[in-house]
């Protein structure tokens, strides 16, 4: 599984930025898609994931309302992975990261997001 990661900058506080993963390989053997993020000095945290069986989604408590994943399958072999982010704030400012989850996870280069005040 390969992910790739795009849409990241910077934005001021208030506004909104599209992310964008572009998963490939064996999509089919995913359980778990989903959107990590680590900010300076802090641990790595879940942002959002979506179970590829079903479409149930999991936010964390700082993002819910505000951010929105999503799954498009455009072929067989390759998944778009979107995160919605609105209503931005400064403490959103991290690496953030696609992930997937088959019997093992997987991770994507991160994209730098910076919200200004």
């Known amino acids: 599984v390969q992910l790739q990661a795009s849409g990241g900058g910077s934005v001021q506080a208030g506004g909104s930025l599209r992310l964008s993963c572009e998963v490939s390989g064996n999509i089919f053997n995913i359980r778990f898609l989903g959107w990590h993020r680590q900010a300076p000095g802090k641990q790595r945290e879940l942002v959002a994931r979506?179970?590829?069986?079903?479409?149930?989604?999991?936010?964390?408590d700082s993002v819910k309302g505000r951010f929105t994943i999503s799954r498009n399958t455009a072929k067989n072999t390759v998944s778009l992975v979107p995160l919605q982010m609105n209503s931005l704030k400064p403490e959103d400012t991290a690496v953030y990261y696609c992930?997937?989850?088959?019997?093992?996870?997987?991770w994507g280069q991160g994209t730098q997001v910076t919200v200004s005040s």
């Open positions: 992930t997937a989850v088959t019997t093992v996870g997987f």
């Open positions: 979506m179970s590829t069986e079903g479409g149930s989604t999991y936010y964390g």
